[in-house]
């Protein structure tokens, strides 16, 4: 079935560094990919998304591309800041199956220090 | 703040009890899903809810149980709780039904079982 792989956390940075949180997929069809962060005591947030093959989701400086070829969505920001500390889920949806449910990965936090 | 509200925000309840959680889902869409968050099994989709009608069904026990009334509000039910069953309960909503809607999540509920 349809799964989800996110590196491990945690992943700590220092303010201004780069951040890249690996996710990959398995799926048949053409998934959706999203991107989603949980600050601490809070629900999930949409954070940027991708319909197709190629397609690059971004919101707040945060940014993914879908790649079908290594089935990946990585996930990148050029500066972190302290305010990114959370954890971060990749997940998808659709594929052959039809499937509206989200599936996601194990989620990596990070922890950004000034 | 995504518009989908959840009540209540944190529940404490003995084994064997019965507890009802619900959601009120975005203005305009029609898609309830059900989500639990546990430390073991990760973020895992429950339920999903259509305009009233159930549409997809994931790893739910035969304990749980829900449905989507005409205000389109949905509500989840667990009975002959376990500890085990201690977890975070999301609801999300979505505009349609397919693998390409966004779901917006509300804030949670936490259910502690003793």
């Known amino acids: 079935g349809n799964s989800v792989t996110q590196m491990e956390g945690p992943v700590t940075l220092s303010e201004e560094a780069f951040l890249t949180i690996n996710c990959t997929y398995t799926a048949t069809g053409y998934p959706s990919l999203f991107w989603y962060v949980q600050y601490p005591g809070e629900g999930l947030q949409l954070l940027l998304k991708a319909t197709k093959a190629d397609d690059k989701g971004s919101n707040k400086g945060f940014e993914a591309t879908y790649r079908k070829e290594t089935t990946s969505f990585h996930l990148e920001k050029g500066s972190v800041q302290v305010s990114d500390s959370a954890v971060y889920f990749c997940a998808l949806s659709g594929g052959s199956g039809g499937y509206n449910k989200l599936i996601f990965g194990a989620g990596t936090r990070l922890a950004v220090h000034p | 703040d995504s518009g989908v509200t959840q009540t209540p925000k944190h529940l404490i309840t003995a084994t064997g009890q019965r507890v009802t959680l619900r959601c009120s889902p975005r203005s305009g869409d029609l898609s309830v899903y059900w989500y639990q968050q546990s430390l073991d099994q990760g973020l895992q989709f429950l339920i999903q809810?259509?305009?009233?009608?159930?549409?997809a069904k994931g790893n739910i026990l035969e304990r749980f149980s829900a449905q989507q009334f005409p205000d389109l509000h949905s509500e989840l039910n667990l009975s002959s709780l376990e500890l085990g069953d201690s977890a975070l309960y999301f609801c999300a909503s979505s505009v349609g039904t397919g693998g390409t809607y966004e779901q917006y999540f509300g804030p949670g509920t936490r259910l502690t079982v003793t």
């Open positions: 809810y259509y305009n009233g009608e159930e549409r």
